[in-house]
């Protein structure tokens, strides 16, 4: 069973985040009932999705980073939270983050730290210093 919302997206992220080959086959099939649940009805974090897909494959080997076009080059509708999550993941792949999305993070986060949205700001902050901090993003291959 998969759970709905961002916090179905955040449980994948931690199950990626171990690092274990039993946690990327766990997510990877919560992934894929997502997806499949997803072509039914409309899914605000379909996005966050794929690139989740796109980034599970890259780590777990099955795909290659210059295949993953989502994730390298984005959509055209995403949200800052979309925005946010692709620079950690591509930063999970070894990718570069272009200036432009850095840019976009950093206006976010200013945003949300005005508007109180602190956990956000924070996250912003450290993706900008490509230091995530905080365990829910932090990759083993990070270091």
Do not use: C
Request: hydrophobic content about 45%; glycine content about 10%.
């Amino acid at each position: 069973m998969f759970v709905e919302g961002w916090a179905g997206v955040l449980h994948i992220i931690t199950l990626i985040i171990t690092g274990e080959k039993s946690n990327y086959q766990l997510a990877e099939k919560l992934l894929n009932m997502r997806m499949k649940a997803s072509k039914k009805k409309y899914d605000e974090y379909i996005i966050a999705l794929v690139m989740l897909n796109q980034t599970l494959a890259i780590l777990d080997g099955t795909m290659n980073r210059n295949s993953a076009t989502g994730l390298l080059m984005g959509y055209e509708y995403m949200t800052l939270w979309d925005d946010l999550l692709r620079a950690v993941m591509l930063y999970w792949t070894g990718s570069d983050v272009a200036k432009e999305q850095l840019d976009k993070i950093a206006d976010y986060g200013q945003q949300a730290h005005g508007a109180g949205w602190g956990w956000y700001a924070a996250e912003a902050g450290q993706v900008l210093t490509r230091r995530v901090a905080y365990r829910i993003y932090l990759h083993p291959r990070m270091g």
